[in-house]
Structures are given as structure tokens and as C-alpha cells.
């Protein structure tokens, strides 16, 4: 494995996921209507050629 290349092609696939995520997070919330409290969210990543399966739970707070 080509360590400079993998992490080049991590970074860029993990920037990917933080824009698009939060691009669709703002659309969602804004079609809503909802402009306060928080909303649970919960991410999936899943990776099944590698065995891969990993859940993040949270809130964000909207103001």
C-alpha cells in the first residue's frame, strides 16, 4: 500500500462527506421549518470489502 496515496485519497473522500452531509443537514432542516432545539442525527459508514461498519450518533443545536 502506497501510504501518500491513501491518505491523499482518504482526505479527499472525507472532504466529499463533510460538504455533501452538511449541504444535505441544511436542506433538511430549512424544508423542516424547524428553527430551534436540536436534531438528532446518526452517520453511517460502511466499508463491506474491508468488514468495515461504523455509527456516529449526535445532536446538532440550531439556535
Do not use: C, W, Y
Amino acid at each position: 500500500m502506497d501510504d501518500d496515496k491513501f491518505n491523499m485519497s482518504m482526505r479527499k473522500f472525507l472532504k466529499q462527506v463533510g460538504v455533501t452531509s452538511q449541504q444535505h443537514i441544511e436542506r433538511a432542516v430549512r424544508e423542516s421549518g424547524k428553527t430551534s432545539g436540536t436534531v438528532a442525527v446518526k452517520m453511517t459508514l460502511s466499508g463491506p470489502e474491508i468488514g468495515l461498519q461504523h455509527v456516529v450518533e449526535g445532536e446538532i443545536e440550531l439556535g
